[in-house]
């Protein structure tokens, strides 16, 4: 009989084929037993190369009907074989080549650990609003989380107790802490996930699982220095585009949306939402924050986050407007 994989990667795909090479390079690059890893491609129909790609570094492909990443995601979990499962971006590359390893010890020496984060780096010569999206998201996540102080394992880090020897934290919350958001890169104990939520599959996503996980075990762990670089597409249409996308999907998708779903369950961040336009029309504190950040993360573009805050603000006012009035909007395709 096989051994059992120790991770099962689960990346989401449509018309990936300028970044996934490098996404699933670094992934066979790993100084780890590649009879141990199990990669997962769910595609949502890409016509370009794509596939072929995924092919080549010898991957599962699995359809997804639905074409969007969280469906897709979800796909990959209910099929996953390994012991732990990892979601990967298609336009992410893991930047150390022993971070399989370096997990697996983490998670191996203790056990009350049931999930792992992982944070973002952003590539050189990427736009500038690369460096916006892998820091702090988007000005509402940037509010409710309050990711201006830190990124989000940054946020972990100051909250967590290291440990040498495995050069990690762990980090502890209560049940009515406000978690970090866990998506892209995020580490997860498969059989954890299906024993306590499987019945729940087909209405929770990825997202929300790592919050529920660490809601209802108390702890989330992070390798010091685990981060992916992320290719995003980035130029400012795109970026306006990516907050349109993250907007419908709160407001209109509550089952395939982050904030959304953990809100129902979170008292303390459901009620900081009535307080953004208050936030965003002041000006001043967007602005206070933005040059916090500016100082934090050494780029201009975070001088940008009152007029990002504004943008949202008015986004969500126009498709609350839309909801209430009949007209229902959904993404069909990927935020690019």
């Known amino acids: 009989m096989k ?42 129909g890409s016509t370009d190369r794509t596939i072929e790609i995924a092919n080549q570094y010898g991957a599962t492909v699995l359809k997804n009907p639905y074409r969007l990443p969280e469906p897709a995601k979800m796909i990959g979990l209910k099929y996953a074989a390994g012991r732990y499962l990892c979601i990967m971006d298609s336009d992410e590359e893991a930047m150390d080549d022993r971070i399989f390893e370096k997990r697996r010890n983490l998670l191996e020496a203790h056990k009350e650990l049931k999930c792992l984060a992982v944070g973002l780096a952003t590539p050189r010569d990427s736009d500038a609003c690369c460096h916006y999206i892998n820091m702090v998201g988007d000005p509402f996540s940037c509010f409710v989380y309050r990711t201006w102080k830190d990124s989000m394992e940054g946020l972990i880090i100051r909250r967590g107790r290291y440990y040498p020897n495995l050069d990690s934290y762990i980090a502890e919350y209560a049940k009515e802490d406000i978690k970090p958001i866990g998506d892209s890169g995020t580490v997860m104990d498969l059989d954890y996930l299906k024993a306590h939520y499987s019945a729940e599959f087909d209405q929770l996503t990825t997202s929300v699982l790592f919050d529920r996980i660490i809601t209802d075990t108390g702890f989330v762990g992070f390798v010091k220095g685990d981060r992916h670089y992320h290719y995003t597409s980035a130029s400012f249409k795109a970026f306006f585009r990516k907050l349109k996308f993250r907007i419908i999907n709160n407001i209109f998708d509550v089952s395939g949306s982050g904030y959304a779903r953990k809100a129902e369950q979170n008292t303390k961040l459901s009620g900081r939402k009535y307080l953004f336009p208050v936030y965003a029309i002041s000006f001043l504190f967007p602005l206070i924050d933005g040059i916090r950040m500016t100082v934090n993360y050494k780029h201009w573009i975070f001088l940008m986050h009152p007029v990002f805050s504004i943008y949202v603000l008015i986004e969500i006012a126009y498709q609350y407007f839309c909801k209430m009035i009949g007209i229902k909007r959904k993404n069909s395709s990927y935020a690019k």
Do not use: C, H, P
């Not at 090479?21 to 491609?41: G, T, W």
């Open 3 to 44: 051994e059992r994989y120790d991770f099962s990667i689960v990346m989401a795909t449509y018309n990936s084929e300028n970044t996934i090479d490098k996404a699933l390079r670094s992934i066979r690059n790993q100084k780890f037993d590649q009879e141990k890893i199990e990669i997962l491609v769910v595609d949502g």
